[in-house]
């Protein structure tokens, strides 16, 4: 199982996120994609204050999804909303 984890810097506008969800998400193939704010943290602050994840169940649907127009486009969009976020591919035992 392969996961992309993002994390945004600070929570992204409400409305404006919901267009991305709607707009963008849906296009990419995916096993699973959840989201939410960050709600605390173990050694004080949060570094990240919302995450947003894809799962795929396999290295095949991973590559596929990560090099299609649909996840670049995804990218794009997120990077327009303004919050500064990172990304990490995570494989999963």
Do not use: C
């Not at 204050?49 to 894809?54: G, I, K, L, M, S």
């Amino acid at each position: 199982m392969i996961r992309a984890i993002v994390q945004f810097e600070s929570e992204p506008d409400p409305v404006r996120y919901q267009q991305h969800l709607d707009e963008f998400v849906p296009k990419v193939e995916y096993s699973s994609f959840r989201h939410g704010k960050v709600i605390g943290s173990p050694f004080g602050e949060p570094t990240y204050r919302y995450h947003a994840e894809f799962e795929w169940a396999d290295e095949d649907a991973f590559k596929a999804a990560v090099n299609s127009e649909a996840f670049a486009a995804t990218g794009k969009d997120a990077l327009a909303m303004g919050v500064p976020f990172t990304v990490n591919f995570v494989s999963l035992s």
